[in-house]
């Protein structure tokens, strides 16, 4: 186990108003860009390798305002330095051809540090709302496979042609080609049958919602059989919304708080436009089929993570997961800033620390 195998640090950018919890506890975080610009730099001193922004078209679950992902994703790289942005971007309002070209410029501008998270859509208001079709489930993600099909021929040959059900090229080629190779990384997020055989085919990294090692070993085990059988390798990035205070009670105050201070309303109106994701395929399995009230508090499950506690036990726990097959956190925070600052300097380190006994260990035990 080398450096290289460290578990890596993404936080959610909050480009959406309302924080990362849907909930009127009070929340130090603000979707401003100064803010935004502030927390990224933070981040980056912190030891984050990733922020990863929103796409949102229309307000759910309570968040009023959205900047849109791509541009400022670009903003935040033009203020930072070694921090790599993902941006989400949504198949069906944006087409590859146009995508594959923003991107490659923002490549250039940034110095290669620009990533691309693909999402399939889950919230048929916002695609009714701004007049864009809206496949059924699994349909979706047909369209999403094809889409980063699209891009990856774009983004490394010349003379590109695809002839797919949604999209079609015809000798294209690109340039300049982006900065980075062989390609842009791609992400993808979802957790149904559906997104996690895109994973195992075309995606460099599948992000999932929050939830216990044991269920995040059936999904990751799954989609790495289904991988190696396809000669393809993904990353394994997942959410959760950590809670780090010196002690285990005030950490677990806080939790009761959010949930306490939900907003009721804005919560059951999520949970009923999530029926339109995991639930609704063909499986019935995915994002949100299983999330309790409790759990939708959180908008990607983030509680049921467990990074909750004190550094030490975060820290344990962040561990496990690594051992389950988890490569990169992906995090929220109720105060951005300040609690970014807190993990990178107590949190982060023991991480780094337990790795390294387990690799002692495991050098050990080859010897
Ligand atoms: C980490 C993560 C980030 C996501 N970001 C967005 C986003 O910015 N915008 C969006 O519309 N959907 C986003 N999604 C939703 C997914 O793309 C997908 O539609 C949803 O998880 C349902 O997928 P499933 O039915 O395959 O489980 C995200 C999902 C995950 C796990």
Redesign the pocket.
């Known amino acids: 186990m080398s450096k290289d195998n460290n578990i890596v640090f993404a936080y ?1 950018v909050p480009n959406v108003s309302g924080g990362l919890v849907v909930s009127q506890i009070e929340q130090r975080t603000d979707w401003s860009y100064d803010y935004n610009v502030r927390l990224a730099q933070t981040a980056e001193k912190a030891g984050f390798d990733y922020a ?5 078209f229309t307000a759910g679950y309570n968040a009023e305002n959205q900047h849109e ?1 791509v541009s400022f994703s670009h903003g935040i790289l033009a203020k930072t330095e070694r921090l790599k942005v993902i941006a ?1 971007i ?1 198949p069906g309002p944006w087409k590859p051809a146009l995508a594959a070209k923003q991107l490659a410029t923002i490549d250039h501008l940034s110095n290669g540090r620009i990533a691309i ?7 048929r208001g ?1 695609f009714d709302a701004i007049g864009e079709e809206w496949p059924e ?1 699994d349909e ?2 047909a369209r999403s496979e094809e889409f980063i099909r699209s891009l990856k021929g774009v983004w490394t040959q010349d003379n590109f042609s695809f002839d797919g059900k949604y999209y079609q090229f015809k000798d294209y080629t690109l340039s300049p080609k982006p900065v980075q190779k062989p390609h842009i990384e791609i ?6 049958r ?2 996690r055989d895109m994973a195992s085919r075309v995606s460099d990294w599948y ?3 929050g939830n216990t090692p044991e269920e995040l070993k059936k999904q990751i085990d799954d989609i790495r059989e289904k991988a190696k059988a396809n000669n393809h390798q993904v990353k394994i ?1 997942v ?1 959760a919304f950590v809670i780090a205070r010196d002690t285990e009670e005030e950490a677990q105050a806080v939790l009761q708080e959010i949930i306490d201070k939900a907003h009721v309303e804005a919560v059951n109106a999520f949970g009923d436009a ?1 029926r339109e ?5 063909v499986e019935g ?5 299983k999330s309790t009230f409790e759990d939708l508090v959180q908008y ?1 499950d983030g509680f049921r993570t467990n990074l909750i506690g004190t550094p030490q036990q975060i820290a344990e726990r962040i561990v496990e997961l690594k051992k389950v097959g988890v490569d990169l956190i ?1 995090s929220g925070f109720l105060h951005f800033i300040e609690e970014v600052e807190y993990f990178g300097e107590k949190v982060l380190p023991l991480v780094r620390e337990l790795e390294a006994e387990q690799q002692l260990q495991l050098q050990a035990k080859s010897a």
Do not use: D, K, P
């Open positions: 959610w990863l922004t929103q796409i949102r992902s989400a949504l998270n693909v999402v399939s859509g889950w919230f916002e489930h979706r993600y992400f993808q997020g979802g957790s149904s559906a997104a992000f999932t919602n990035g959410n999530t994701a995991g639930a609704a395929s399995e995915g994002n949100w089929a990607n992906l």
